[in-house]
C-alpha cells in the first residue's frame, strides 16, 4: 500500500506522517517512511535552497526529478516490492503545486512524473487556509521561507485542491487539532482499506 500526505508548509504533514505509520506498525505491518526532498544529494540541495535562496525555476525542477528518480529507484519501489507500507511526506504532487506556483504548467508536470514514478493508492490532502498556515509555521519558531510566502502558498492550495476529485484523493480538514487531524486521516485510511479485496 503507497499512500502520500500533502499540503502547503504548516499543515501538519510531518505529524501525521509519523502517526500514521505508527497505526500500521501497531497491526504488525511493515512501514517504509520517508519524506519528499529527501536527504539525498538533490534533496540537500534543495533544502539549502530554500533558505539560500531559491535556484532558477528550471534548475529547480530538474533537481526535484533528478532526487524523485533517486528516491523511486532506491527506496519506494523495492519497499512496495517487498511488500511494505509505503508513506510519504511529500510526493510530486509539490512539484505540480510549488513549480506550477513558480509557472510551470502543474499537469505537464505530474504526467512527466508519472513516467517513472509509482502513483499513491491513496493520496491525503491536508488543506489549511494560508493565514493559519503562517501563524503555525511562525509559531514552531521559524521564519517563513522561500517557498512559504503567502502568494505562492496561496496558489500551491490552489492546486492541491484542483485534485479534489480524483478517485483516490482525500481532502483532509487541517484546521482543527492535531489529534482530531489523525483520526479524519485514520477514517479516511479505514475507509479506504475496507475496500481493498
Known sequence: MFIVLEGID???KSTQSKRLAEYF???GKTVTLSREPTDGPWGTLLRKSAETGRLSPEDELQAFL???KQHVDELIKPALAAGHVVILDRYYFSTMAYQGARGFDPFLIRKDNEAFAPVPDLLLILDLDVDTAHARIGSRGDTANEFEQRANLARCREIFLSLK??????IIDATSSADEVTQSVLRAVSSFTSKLP
Open 10 to 12: 504548516g499543515t501538519g
Open 25 to 27: 506498525r501497531a497491526q
Open 66 to 68: 533528478n532526487d524523485r
Open 165 to 170: 476529485d480524483e478517485p483516490f484523493v482525500k
